[in-house]
């Protein structure tokens, strides 16, 4: 985050901490009350125009006040976002995110029930654990230790890229997916 969106530590000298992000996201209780403020005015009314609709006005404008000034200080805190690329790609590849993807390969490409999928991939997980091993340093031989079925497809799935651009109905992160909602947003 850039510099102009933290704020030091008072006792760590090297913490740099996100405080407009989090005061942006503690503007969201005030808006919820907003919310309730009027939900609660507007609850018994009959119809047309009664005088305890003056009490609208507050938390109307407020809210309006608060989301507009949040919306500026996140526009210009997102633009000032830098990532470690490489460092994201190394933290995924050493974790075991992709064990979810491994069930559902085994649920789709072997027929098998998600208990058994999910049983099968937690013991594969913890024999990549008991070796120090993250799943996509386990070989094919491994596997078939523990299960029979697989063949060497199976290794695709350990791979970053490849977990990403299976996720293809919509809303999902697939580069096709995210390429579309970019047209759709940027031509809204």
Excluded: W
Excluded at 10 to 39: C, H, Y
Excluded at 104 to 126: C, E, G, W
Excluded at 135 to 148: A, H, T
């Amino acid at each position: 985050i850039g510099d102009e969106f933290i704020t030091g530590s008072s006792m760590m000298p090297q913490k740099r901490n996100p405080d407009f992000a989090e005061l942006v996201r503690g503007k969201t209780g005030r808006s919820i009350g907003s919310l309730v403020s009027l939900v609660t005015t507007f609850k018994a009314l009959p119809l047309s125009y009664n005088r305890d609709l003056q009490e609208d006005k507050e938390p109307m404008f407020d809210s309006y006040d608060t989301l507009r000034d949040s919306l500026k200080v996140m526009t210009k805190l997102v633009e000032s976002l830098t990532f470690d690329t490489i460092r994201m790609r190394e933290a995924a590849d050493e974790s075991y995110m992709m064990a979810t993807d491994l069930a559902d390969y085994l649920v789709k490409n072997h027929s098998m029930p998600f208990r058994k999928a999910y049983q099968t991939t937690a013991s594969i997980v913890n024999y990549a654990e008991k070796k120090k091993k993250k799943l996509n340093e386990l070989n094919i031989d491994e596997l078939k230790k523990i299960e029979p079925k697989l063949t060497i497809e199976v290794l695709k799935i350990f791979n970053v890229k490849n977990s990403v651009n299976s996720k293809k109905s919509y809303g999902g992160t697939s580069f096709d997916n995210i390429k579309k909602m970019i047209m759709k947003y940027k031509k809204a």
